[in-house]
C-alpha cells in the first residue's frame, strides 16, 4: 500500500509559474525576430567596425612599442662611444694640465717634423742601395740582347748620351728651384729616376732600334743620378 505523498497548493503554483516562464524565455531567444536582427546588415557592420577599431589601437600601440625599442636600442648603441670618447679627451686634457713645465714647453711640433724628416731620410737611403743592384742586373740583361743581336758596340753612344742628358737635367732644376740645393730630400733626383725608370721598363715593347737604343740611353741617365744622389 503506498502512502500519498501532497505537497502545499502554493509550491505547486510557483512551480508552474517558473515552468511557463522558462518556456517564454527559449522561445524568445529562439524566434525568428531575434535570429534576424542579428544576421542583419547593420548588426554586423556595428560589430566589423568595432573590430576594425580594436585592431587599429593594437596595431598602432605594437607599432609605437616597435619605435621607442628601436630609438632606446640606437641610444643606447651610440651613447657609450661618445662617453668613451669624451672621458679620454677629459682624461688627456687633465694629464696635460698635471704635467710639468717642461713637458708644456717642449717643441712636439719640431719633434714631429724631424722624425718625419728621419723617415724619408731612411726610405731614401734604402731606396738608393736598391736601385744599385736592380739597375746592374737590369743593364746586363740589355747588353746581353744587344750582344745576342751583334749590335754590342752600339751600347756606349746611348749610354754616353743619357749619362749628359742626365747632368742637364740636374743642372736646369737647380736653375729653376735654387732651393734644391739645401733640400734634405733631393726631390729632382728622385722625379728624374722615376721618368726615366718608366721610359726603360717597356724595353722589350719597343721597335727593334728602340730595343737597342733606349733602354741604355734610360741606363746612362740613371746611373748618373744615382751618382748624384750618393754624392
Request: with cysteine.
Amino acid at each position: 500500500m503506498m502512502a500519498t505523498i501532497t505537497y502545499p497548493s502554493h509550491l505547486l503554483s510557483a512551480s508552474s509559474h517558473l515552468r511557463t516562464t522558462t518556456t517564454k524565455t527559449g522561445l524568445g531567444l529562439h524566434s525568428p525576430s531575434i535570429q534576424g536582427a542579428e544576421r542583419s546588415p547593420h548588426f554586423l557592420k556595428a560589430g566589423s567596425s568595432h573590430l576594425g577599431v580594436k585592431l587599429n589601437g593594437v596595431f598602432q600601440k605594437t607599432r609605437l612599442n616597435i619605435s621607442c625599442a628601436v630609438n632606446m636600442a640606437a641610444g643606447q648603441s651610440g651613447d657609450p662611444e661618445k662617453i668613451n670618447f669624451d672621458h679620454l679627451m677629459n682624461k688627456a686634457r687633465k694629464l696635460w694640465d698635471r704635467s710639468p713645465q717642461p713637458v708644456k714647453s717642449f717643441p712636439w711640433k719640431r719633434a714631429l717634423e724631424n722624425f718625419i724628416q728621419l723617415i724619408l731620410d731612411l726610405f731614401v737611403m734604402v731606396v738608393k742601395y736598391l736601385c744599385v743592384p736592380l739597375l746592374a742586373v737590369s743593364s746586363l740583361s740589355e747588353m746581353s740582347y744587344c750582344a745576342h743581336q751583334k749590335k754590342l758596340f752600339l751600347v756606349p753612344i746611348p749610354l754616353l748620351i743619357g749619362i749628359v742628358v742626365a747632368g742637364v737635367v740636374k743642372e736646369t732644376a737647380l736653375e729653376l728651384s735654387p732651393l734644391l740645393k739645401d733640400a734634405e730630400v733631393p726631390w729632382h733626383l728622385i722625379v728624374t729616376a722615376i721618368v726615366f725608370t718608366l721610359i726603360k721598363l717597356p724595353g722589350p715593347y719597343y721597335p727593334y732600334w728602340g730595343r737597342i737604343f733606349i733602354p741604355h740611353f734610360a741606363n746612362g741617365v740613371l746611373w748618373r743620378t744615382l751618382l748624384f744622389a750618393f754624392s
